[in-house]
């Protein structure tokens, strides 16, 4: 009964925070895939607690135990990964507003919630709650190996929104999530062949010039 009220009052919270007609946002799951997706760079492994805020959280480390199981389908195995127990919750906030995000959502349970805090095109301030077997269509059975309930979530919006922090809750151990990711950020081994490419371009440019110059 408990659990029906908690739903029903979070189902209001979703509808009371609904965007305008004409903006909406879009989660999408891709059962067993591992983030990052196509475009997206991780900016948070949960190597440790840095940047989260919260009680009743953990940094945990496989093998799966009464905290906490790895979302299966995180990549590479083996790595720590987020846990929120029962009664928890942790809150991530972006250093800037960001269009889109995803991450490793293990053993989807019908007890995790998700809130996602976010700003229309104008500036309001919303939030949407993402509720496993509600509106976030899933088994939400917890379990630990399947691809139904280990996946990539993605969040991003259809008319220009952006999201500022996320807050995750858990009524039962545990909410796991891992390999948070944002779009458009590129590895510093990027950043550094990127360097090195326009240093090159500018050197067959000067090249180019003294061609002329001496022609």
Known sequence: MKKTLLVAALAAAVLAAAAPASAAIVY??????????????????FDSTAGITGINFEIKVPPADGYGAPPANS????????SVLGGGNATITFAAPVTSFQFDWGSVDYYNT?????KTI???TRTNAVIPGFNFPS????NQVLPGTNGLFTVR????????????TSDANSFEIDNLAIPG????????????????????????RQAVAFA
Not at 114 to 118: G, S, T
Not at 139 to 142: K, L, S, T, V
Not at 157 to 168: A, P
């Open 75 to 82: 990549v590479p195995t083996g790595t720590p990964y987020l």
């Open 139 to 142: 088994a939400a059975n917890g």
């Open 114 to 118: 998700l809130f996602i805090n976010w």
């Open 157 to 168: 919006g259809t008319e220009g929104e952006t999201f500022t922090s996320i807050k995750l």
């Open 122 to 124: 104008g500036g309001q």
């Open 185 to 208: 950020v590129p590895e510093p081994t990027t950043w550094g062949l990127m360097i090195m490419g326009f240093g090159g371009i500018g050197a067959m440019l000067r090249r180019r």
């Open 28 to 45: 999408e799951f891709a059962p067993g895939a591992p983030s990052p997706g196509a475009g997206y760079t991780v900016i948070n492994t």
